[in-house]
Each structure stands twice: as C-alpha cells, then as structure tokens.
C-alpha cells in the first residue's frame, strides 16, 4: 500500500485512515442528521467494507479521501476529498470531490477548509493531469451545495441528473452537478 500523503491547513490535520476512525466513521454513517441526504443510514459492516474502498482507492488512484483531524480538539471528524465516482452519468469519467463531517463539527467552515486544500492537492496531480473537478448532491443539500459555491464551484441547470445507484422513482435520485476548471497559471 502507498502513504497516504498528509495535508495541513490552517485548524486541520488531513491523513489516512486509522484502524481506530471505523468507531468513529460508523457513529457518523449511522446518523440520521447526517445522512439524511443518503437513501440511509449505514451499518456497521457497510462502514468497514467502504473503509477498505477508501483504502483501495489511494492505492489505486493517488488521491481519495482524507480522514479530517482537528489537532488537539478531535482526533477524527469525518472526512473530505477527491475521488473517481463508481457509476456511469453524463460527466463521467471524472473526479470527485466530496466530505463528510459529524454533526458536531458542522457550521465552523471546517469542510470548506479542507476541501480547499483538496482542492489544491487536485491540481497539483501530474498524472492524472485533472483539468476539472466535480461535485453532486441532491437539491435539497443546502449546505452541501453552499460549500460547493463557497470553493466556486458552478451549477449549470442543464448538468443535474438522475443518480444510477437510486431507484427510479426515489425521491433522492434527483442530483445537481457542480463543477471547477482548473485555475489559470500564472504566465
Ligand atoms: C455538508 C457538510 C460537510 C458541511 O460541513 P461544514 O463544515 O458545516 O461546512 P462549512 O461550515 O464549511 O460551510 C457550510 C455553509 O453552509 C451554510 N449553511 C448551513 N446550514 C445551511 C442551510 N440550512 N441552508 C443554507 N446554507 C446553510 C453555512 O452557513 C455555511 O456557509 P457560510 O460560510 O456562507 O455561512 C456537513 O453539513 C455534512 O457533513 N453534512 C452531511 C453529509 C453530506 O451531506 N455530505 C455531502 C454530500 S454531497
């Protein structure tokens, strides 16, 4: 397996998973307030299987996601990063990027923290050289959708889709798409 790299910002610590975030990561996939954009809460065992995932996809990709730590205040508090969607939609092939934080940690500008430096670790990919990033969610996410704004992140109407993974019919399986282009360098 390679390292997952670690990123710092300014109030988090962003690092693999440890074997002691699964409590931690299952208490916030069991939580209805936090997945109440999900089709459902997860259980245990669902939480070890998507662990291993996250593991797997650092090891295949490079990139993925990032445990969230806030040094001397909580050793785990979700999580925030970039990943390949496993399902096939309009903007597919593409990158991800997404979080999750535990409702004890929300309204402190913590997800949009370190999104903006997975942001940042995104660009500076050589391989694979990403010249966009996405992200998606149901309408109704508002926070979800203002931490997408917040990174300048655009909606266009035209992009928003069904999600393949929900039922036809299900009131979740509406999303919107919201997408950055790589910045500029500076010449
Ligand atoms: C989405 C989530 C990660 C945001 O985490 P966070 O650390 O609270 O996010 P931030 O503090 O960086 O930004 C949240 C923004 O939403 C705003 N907000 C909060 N509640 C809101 C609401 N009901 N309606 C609109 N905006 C709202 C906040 O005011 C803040 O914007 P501001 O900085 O302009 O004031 C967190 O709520 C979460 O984990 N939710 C459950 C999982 C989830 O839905 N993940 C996303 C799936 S796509």
């Not at 931690?24 to 299987?49: C, K």
């Not at 990174?151 to 798409?177: A, K, N, Y």
Request: charge should be positive; aromatic fraction near 10%.
């Amino acid at each position: 397996m390679r390292p997952v790299p670690e990123r710092r910002t300014a109030r988090l610590l962003l690092r693999g998973f440890r074997g002691e975030d699964l409590a931690p990561l299952a208490a916030l996939n069991a939580d209805p307030r936090v997945m109440e954009h999900f089709p459902a809460p997860m259980s245990l065992e669902e939480t070890a299987a998507q662990l291993a995932r996250f593991r797997q996809h650092w090891d295949e990709h490079g990139f993925g996601w990032w445990a969230v730590e806030v040094p001397g205040v909580a050793p785990f508090i979700g999580w925030v990063g970039l990943a390949r969607p496993r399902f096939e939609a309009h903007f597919t092939p593409c990158v991800e990027i997404g979080w999750r934080l535990a409702a004890h940690a929300w309204g402190r500008g913590y997800a949009t923290e370190g999104a903006r430096e997975a942001l940042q670790f995104g660009w500076a990919l050589q391989a694979p050289r990403l010249e966009e990033i996405v992200a998606f969610t149901v309408p109704a996410n508002a926070r979800s959708r203002r931490v997408m704004e917040k990174l300048g992140m655009r909606h266009d109407p035209r992009d928003d889709f069904e999600h393949p993974r929900i039922p036809p019919g299900h009131p979740l399986r509406r999303h919107v798409l919201s997408r950055v282009r790589r910045p500029t360098e500076p010449a």
